[in-house]
């Protein structure tokens, strides 16, 4: 499967967000979690991070270059829960980043369900930003959220999610990846950022994200949710090295990490016990027959590219589950040569962010240049 895999890859590689996005997002979000904190100095103890596909390595590129990608930040407070509101919470924040707009000469924020969402429209992206405050009952990185109707509050945990995914690629993958991506830059393991690397279980998640986008273009009301997918795929992967294993083993395990306790379906949040991502499919059963109509389909897909010879007849046979991109990939790898084409199929370094030619970006933290805090 050596011409699926490279053809694989290679449509990971275009799902990237491209180096100068990369960097646009990451200024940005350094400079807004600053702006926050240094607002609410001597009035309590603050922080800004990213969650989600950012912190995840798993962002994929808005199809067909239309729309923007988001990055998702958590703004947590230090404060008790007794001591605010739901709405206070939102609307403190909310006066905050109006005022970071207005500094910044943006347009004003608009107000979501849970978050606040900032355009930035030249660059093709937005910040969607969470207030939240400490959820000391549950794990010491577990947050609380408003619920939309300002009811109750919501408990998460993304850090703790993050650290589960992470957990799930083996350490000595990802120093593989890390030493073979050294080697193709002509620099040691230590110069170059983990942020770069991408393993096969980071390219088959954003390989699912985007033949589930094309399967669910005409429906999207029943889409499964990224969450749902990125749980599932961190529970069925098992060191997979290549990414074509990856995609298509994980893909065949997903439905053993499905439970049904007594008459609900049940996925549960390795990083919150008690809170289940396929709770919609109990009032919805449409949501999970789609998911298991489209969990076939890219099985079908990939299994049957592995019979063929070509890249082009392998983007013939996986276009009707990944669109435009399969092509994509195999022009891309027409017209660039076997060093596009991977000379190990699916074996080479995974490289994030680097515009498809090796370029490094300007070397960051994993998840930012730092995690903001207030002191």
Not at 218 to 236: F, N, Q, R, V
Request: charge should be negative; include cysteine; proline fraction near 5%.
């Amino acid at each position: 499967m050596h011409t699926v895999s490279s053809l694989l890859e290679q449509q990971a590689r275009l799902l990237d967000i491209s180096r100068q996005e990369q960097e646009w997002a990451i200024s940005r979000y350094d400079d807004l979690g600053q702006f926050l904190i240094d607002q609410l100095v001597g009035r309590a103890d603050a922080n800004v991070y990213p969650q989600g596909s950012f912190r995840l390595g798993t962002v994929v590129k808005p199809a067909d270059g239309g729309g923007d990608f988001d990055i998702d930040l958590v703004f947590w407070r230090d404060l008790a829960r007794e001591s605010v509101t739901q709405e206070e919470l939102k609307t403190t924040a909310g006066e905050l980043l109006v005022a970071y707009c207005t500094d910044r000469q943006l347009a004003e924020p608009v107000e979501l369900g849970r978050c606040w969402r900032l355009e930035f429209f030249e660059q093709n992206f937005h910040l969607d930003v969470l207030p939240v405050i400490p959820d000391r009952n549950h794990y010491s990185d577990g947050i609380l959220l408003s619920d939309r109707d300002l009811r109750l509050w919501l408990c998460s945990n993304p850090i703790g999610y993050a650290d589960w995914f992470y957990d799930r690629m083996e350490e000595t993958l990802v120093q593989e990846h890390l030493a073979a991506l050294a080697k193709s830059l002509g620099r040691s393991v230590e110069e170059v950022p983990r942020f770069m690397v991408r393993t096969p279980l980071q390219r088959a998640v954003q390989l699912f994200k985007r033949s589930r986008d094309e399967f669910f273009s005409s429906s999207p009301e029943i889409k499964t949710p990224s969450i749902l997918i990125t749980t599932l795929a961190g529970h069925a992967y098992r060191g997979q090295r290549e990414v074509d294993r990856a995609l298509l083993e994980t893909a065949q395990a997903m439905p053993d990490h499905i439970e049904r306790r007594g008459s609900q379906w049940w996925v549960e949040n390795p990083a919150h016990p008690g809170e289940n991502f396929a709770d919609k499919w109990n009032s919805s059963p449409e949501r999970r027959e789609a998911f298991f109509e489209w969990l076939g389909a890219i099985t079908r897909a990939t299994q049957a590219a592995g019979q063929v010879r070509t890249a082009t007849e392998a983007a013939k046979v996986l276009s009707p589950v990944f669109g435009g991109l399969a092509r994509e990939a195999a022009n891309a790898m027409a017209g660039a040569g076997p060093s596009v084409a991977f000379k190990a199929a699916g074996r080479s370094p995974c490289i994030a962010g680097a515009d498809g030619r090796g370029a490094v970006p300007h070397e960051h933290h994993p998840f930012g240049s730092h995690l903001l805090r207030s002191s």
